[in-house]
């Protein structure tokens, strides 16, 4: 007798098995750049199913490890890492996955570029990517706000030699507060004509980087400090003093967690650690925006990385088991499944896309933007765009990972598979670098701050009539609903507002990707 045993799901070229991934990069690069990056995403596509999943699942099964101390007592701290995730350090700096977004040999399409590879290489990393988003972040950060001093970091940033490439964490949460920053306790005394940083950071991701950024209250010489987040300074600091040994930092502990296994995460004391002021004193919230608007960034190609990963699967495997003599696929409810979790993705992938070009577009400005709009008005639409994208990137993803583990029956429920790590690990995206809540007041703050709406509005119109589609009515329609709507909110109050503001997120988010997808599509 042949006993059944089910195929399962199959991983094919991530670049080649993604036909939103190829018309997008068909439709949107120039003929002269098209060739040279369809090429290396096609070869990479191939790389992330191959060597580089097999460094991600060697780190994911083998998580850091905290050695507090050595043989003889003495205190070391030492986080240890598996073989896999250094060996994914490697082929970041290689793959230049950062490098791209900088070098900007393709003018405004580096970021295209750049994102592309990103989301190739997210779900294989085993959230490698989370150091990478710190390391643009910071590089951002530096380009705006670095003195001549940070040159030398930047470059290690920026580097794609692996033995000179450096990552960097982002130290913000306390146990105070993450989304509300202003009661941070940290403490920047100036010792000796050099800042030191006193306090407990309760959240650093990839505690294996070279650096970080830190917000921390300067303190007088009197002992006085300002109160709230106008009081926070930015700090750069390095992990290591040049004899190798922590930069008088403890690491508490690792944090247990739901998922991000692979991920190191501490809680650290800081004991005097040595630091450096980044531009103006008491503008450090403001000046770790530049890198936190990044790493949101970073956040939604990461989510629709995963959201892609997880749907692919779930296809693929649909067309694989049987159940009532019928291929599951070729169920109706089935069908319906997949093509309405499809048609969520393509809202997603298009706006995450958007935004990636609006980002290329203002950061190398030249007659080649295809707004036909001011760098400051770019400036402002992604100001308001980029929490809408992470928020909406991040819950459709969440959602999306519950539904189709389902597809796979119980075998979604089981470890061996891969997909309940899927599940874990993408819970995350809603959690840090802004909740779906704090994100979705960050959109009216920034409405409020530039009176953007219209200016907003006006942008999704002209985008929209690139569109020659039939179903660009339909969508003109809802757009003026919602400008309605939000019209009455602004009359109505702040209270209004704030009750409505996710409303609000979720609405601008499900047009802004009909938008995007219909003048993709042209
Ligand atoms: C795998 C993919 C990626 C993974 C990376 C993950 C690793 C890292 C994980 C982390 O979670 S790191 C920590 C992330 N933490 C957050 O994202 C904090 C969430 N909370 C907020 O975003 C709050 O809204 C905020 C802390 C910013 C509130 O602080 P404040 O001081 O009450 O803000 P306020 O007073 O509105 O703004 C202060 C200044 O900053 C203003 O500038 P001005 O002084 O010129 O007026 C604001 O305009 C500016 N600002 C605030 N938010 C901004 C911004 N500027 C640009 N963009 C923004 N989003
Ligand atoms: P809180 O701020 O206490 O929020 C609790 C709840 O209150 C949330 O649901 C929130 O939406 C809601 N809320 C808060 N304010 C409002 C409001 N005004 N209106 C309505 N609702 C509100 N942080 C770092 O700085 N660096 C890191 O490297 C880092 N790595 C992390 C890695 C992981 C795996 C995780 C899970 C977190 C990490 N964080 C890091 C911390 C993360 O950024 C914070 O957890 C996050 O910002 C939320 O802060 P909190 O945990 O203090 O929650």
Redesign the pocket.
Known sequence: MNEFFQDGPVLKNQFEDDQVLKNYIEEKLPSSIKKEVTADLKRFGERVTKDVLEMAKSAESNSPKLVQFDPWGKRIDTVVVDRGWTDLHKVSAEEQIVKLGYERKYGSHSRIVQFAKLYLF?PSSA?Y??PL??TDGAAKLIELYGDQELKSTYNHLTSDVAAEFWTSG?W??ERTG?????NTETIARKIDGEWRLFGTKW?T??ITSEMSMALARIEDEQGNTVK???G?SLFYIEIKKRDGTLNNIEVLRLKDKLGTKALPTAELRLQGSKAKLVGNVG?G??QI??M??V??L??SV?SIAAFRRILCLASDYSTRRKAFEKIIDQHPLTARLLDSARSDFYGAFHFTFLVAEIFGNEEVFDESNIFKTSKEDLNKIL?VL??VLKLYTAKRTVQWTSELLEVFGGAGYIEDTGIPLLYRDNQV?AI????TN??S??LL??LK?DQSWPMLMNFLKTELDKSTRAEKNKVQESLKKLNLWVLELYKAGDVALETEARELAFKLADLTGCVAWLRDME
């Open positions: 997210h959230f990517s989370c988003a710190m982002q913000m949460t993450g989304s509300d920053v202003s959240f991701s990839a709230g987040s106008r926070l503008e919230v403001k925006a530049s936190f608007n790493t949101r970073y956040n990461t100001r980029t929490p995206f840090w670098e802004g909740t704090v994100l007041l960050d703050r920034a701050k």
